[in-house]
């Protein structure tokens, strides 16, 4: 399984969008996490879960501590063997995770 781990601050029908896009594109067994660093933007698990087929947490930081903290307390909620990091404005394309997977797949070590 793939964890797919977001940070988030703001822009919250780019957040959608991203999670249309990910509903679409994405074939193999995976989680999202969104880690929500911005204290004052509460966000609704359960609207964002109706996007999308694959299973949506949603990890809020007490305090705004920017990406690097929002990305090791994803990881920390993750139970993917694979992580995988974007933040809410990365707007994936048709078979991204298939080039992904492939070219991980074709390394040796």
């Known amino acids: 399984m793939i964890s797919i781990i977001i940070t988030y601050y703001s822009g919250i029908n780019i957040l959608k969008s991203n999670i249309q896009l990910l509903d679409k594109t994405v074939n193999i067994d995976a989680e999202i ?13 359960q609207e964002l879960s109706n996007l999308t087929d694959i299973p949506i947490k949603i990890v809020p930081m007490l305090e705004n501590k920017g990406y690097a903290a929002a990305c090791n307390l994803g990881v920390t909620e993750s139970s993917g063997d694979l992580l995988l990091f974007l933040d809410c404005d990365i707007f994936v394309t048709n078979s991204w995770i298939q080039k992904m997977y492939s070219t991980l797949n074709k390394i040796s070590n």
Not at 33 to 45: A, R, T
């Open 33 to 45: 996490i969104i880690v929500n660093d911005n204290p004052s933007n509460k966000l609704n698990e």
